[in-house]
């Protein structure tokens, strides 16, 4: 399951989702369809069904929008944004 890390804070407007991270110092502004990706995973907990929900009625084909929100979704995790808690956390050294 995917969730915000805990240096994240965010709130969600009319026209997308502000997203702060608060370890880098640095905001991250996303538009209406990131915000729709952000939204199912700190709600729904996960991106399951989305494609279909976007692009079906865009005429759209489903795998390549599955395609792209993965591709967002795991930039989030590399950045440390979200938090996949399915994994175990990395161990550091100094611990």
Same mark, same amino acid.
């Given at each position: 399951? +995917?969730?915000? %890390?805990?240096?994240?804070?965010?709130?969600?407007?009319?026209? *997308?989702? #502000?997203?702060?991270?608060?370890?880098?110092?640095?905001? +991250?502004?996303?538009? %209406?369809? @990131? #915000?729709?990706?952000?939204?199912?995973?700190?709600?729904? *907990?996960?991106?399951?069904?989305? #494609?279909?929900? !976007? @692009?079906?009625?865009? *005429?759209? $084909?489903?795998? !390549?929008?599955?395609?792209?929100?993965?591709?967002?979704?795991?930039?989030?995790?590399?950045? *440390? !944004?979200?938090? $996949?808690? @399915?994994?175990?956390?990395?161990?550091?050294?100094?611990?």
């Amino acid at each position: 399951m +995917l969730t915000p %890390a805990s240096h994240v804070h965010y709130a969600a407007g009319p026209y *997308g989702t #502000a997203v702060l991270d608060v370890r880098r110092g640095a905001w +991250l502004m996303l538009d %209406a369809d @990131a #915000a729709k990706i952000w939204h199912a995973v700190t709600v729904r *907990g996960g991106t399951a069904g989305l #494609a279909d929900e !976007v @692009a079906i009625p865009t *005429g759209q $084909d489903p795998q !390549v929008v599955g395609e792209q929100i993965a591709v967002f979704v795991d930039h989030l995790v590399a950045t *440390g !944004v979200l938090v $996949d808690t @399915a994994r175990s956390p990395r161990r550091r050294w100094w611990r």
